[in-house]
């Protein structure tokens, strides 16, 4: 999926900016701040002083149309407007520069390493990635402290815990253990199950007993997070592979997420559509299925271009809005601070295949909650992650 990135400026500070697109490619009208939808912005008043005010920018609030506009600064919460009248302790300017929600990764691997420059996780900080959901694929994680990051509980970490290695169903009592395990992550605010039946020891999991598990983790609060069984033809087949993980979800009554769905080799070229039909079936059923595509062109399909706009929702109001992440993803009056601003004609990413350290560029100023991780395109060291937690419902836990 490549990102195309036009030229979204008008220097007035009396005009917004509406992006539309014709064949693909993103084309820009100028309208007048006094068009701006109110109701985008919230109502409630900005504090005469402010922590940091970023001004003069083109503002993405993750959904609508952008303007030209201010974003203003206290403790963790922000103000958003077309102008803002306030004396600040500091001052970024941003006049050619984008101000968007900073970017959600819902799917990411265990940190090998717990040393507190690794934990800063630069390469997510610095292109502005500012929340990381952890253990996905089924294991457990360190967690991060430069983002803000929510875990799932791993499939993989309670197998293996309960039973090891071995390719064997668990007994009635291992399988107890298994769901005391779920049960006590989900106390500890775990996002949900995230099931990974592709690799062993996971893949040996039946589907009843990952419906036990899964049906733990709903009764939490949580959902089923999972990376499907195959994407190919190496072992179940990719349809059926996505039909058991709608089926997990329908029988133990939690969201399915589906995660980096992808058409992957010849064999099962052309199922896209068909993919997309089980999960639009299963939601006409009432089931909440959600899927993800990743953007890199390796192990992957179905590249197109997105337009700025595009990029933007998906990476912060619509992962937010899907997660049910509560005042974040999106740039509104008492949302949380968790901003980036970044220069479209030079955001990039750095990372080859022979440099994956490599830190992204374009990207200015990076703000989690409240505090600059990221100033004048340098990471200032700052660590002010937090766990974001689900809450599970009243009298599940004690």
């Given at each position: 999926?490549?990102?195309?990135?036009?030229?979204?400026?008008?220097?007035?500070?009396?005009?917004?900016?509406?992006?539309g697109r014709s064949g693909g490619v993103a084309r820009t009208r100028t309208l007048t701040a006094t068009l701006l939808p109110i109701m985008l912005l919230g109502t409630a008043p900005v504090p005469e002083r402010v922590d940091l005010l970023i001004r003069g920018g083109t503002v993405f609030t993750g959904n609508g149309d952008p303007f030209v506009g201010d974003?203003?600064?206290?403790?963790?919460?922000?103000?958003?407007?077309?102008?803002?009248?306030?004396?600040?302790?500091?001052?970024?300017?941003?006049?050619?520069m984008i101000a968007s929600p900073g970017f959600i990764d819902p799917h990411t691997h265990r940190l090998e390493s717990g040393s507190a420059r690794i934990r800063l996780v630069l390469p997510f900080l610095v292109p502005g990635v500012t929340t990381a959901f952890t253990a996905n694929d089924g294991r457990a994680t360190v967690r991060p402290v430069g983002t803000n990051y929510t875990s799932y509980v791993g499939l993989g970490s309670v197998r293996e815990q309960v039973i090891g290695t071995s390719d064997r169903a668990p007994t009635p009592a291992e399988?107890?253990?298994?769901?005391?395990?779920?049960?006590?992550?989900?106390c500890a605010n775990a996002m949900g199950?995230?099931?990974?039946?592709?690799?062993?020891?996971?893949?040996f999991a039946e589907t009843s007993k990952v419906v036990?598990?899964?049906?733990?983790?709903?009764?939490?609060?949580?959902?089923?997070?999972?990376?499907?069984?195959?994407?190919?033809?190496?072992?179940?087949?990719?349809?059926?592979?996505?039909?058991?993980?709608?089926?997990?979800?329908?029988?133990?009554?939690?969201p399915v997420h589906l995660s980096h769905v992808r058409a992957l080799g010849?064999?099962?070229?052309?199922?896209?559509?068909?993919?997309?039909?089980?999960?639009?079936?299963?939601?006409?059923?009432?089931q909440t299925v959600t899927p993800d595509h990743y953007p890199w062109s390796v192990s992957s399909n179905a590249q197109r271009v997105l337009s700025l706009a595009e990029f933007i929702h998906r990476s912060t109001a619509l992962t937010a809005d899907t997660f049910a992440l509560t005042r974040r993803g999106h740039l509104r009056?008492?949302?949380f601070a968790v901003d980036v601003m970044f220069d479209p004609a030079r955001y990039a990413p750095a990372a080859t295949y022979q440099g994956p350290e490599r830190l992204a560029r374009g990207v200015?100023?990076?703000?989690?909650n409240g505090r600059l991780a990221v100033a004048n395109g340098r990471a200032t060291g700052i660590a002010a992650g937090r766990a974001l937690r689900q809450v599970p419902p009243a009298g599940r836990c004690r």
């Open positions: 999926m490549k990102l195309r990135f036009p030229s979204f400026f008008d220097r007035h500070r009396t005009r917004g900016v509406e992006a974003v203003a600064v206290v403790g963790d919460r922000i103000y958003v407007g077309p102008h803002a009248i306030v004396t600040a302790a500091r001052t970024v300017e941003t006049r050619t399988l107890d253990c298994e769901r005391a395990l779920v049960a006590a992550a989900m199950l995230t099931p990974e039946l592709f690799y062993a020891p996971r893949s036990t598990l899964a049906r733990e983790a709903g009764s939490g609060g949580g959902i089923d997070d999972s990376h499907i069984g195959d994407n190919a033809s190496y072992t179940v087949e990719l349809k059926a592979a996505v039909a058991e993980a709608i089926a997990v979800g329908q029988q133990a009554s939690l010849r064999d099962v070229q052309g199922s896209a559509p068909a993919i997309i039909a089980m999960v639009e079936a299963a939601r006409a059923r009432g009056t008492d949302a200015n100023t990076v703000v989690v």
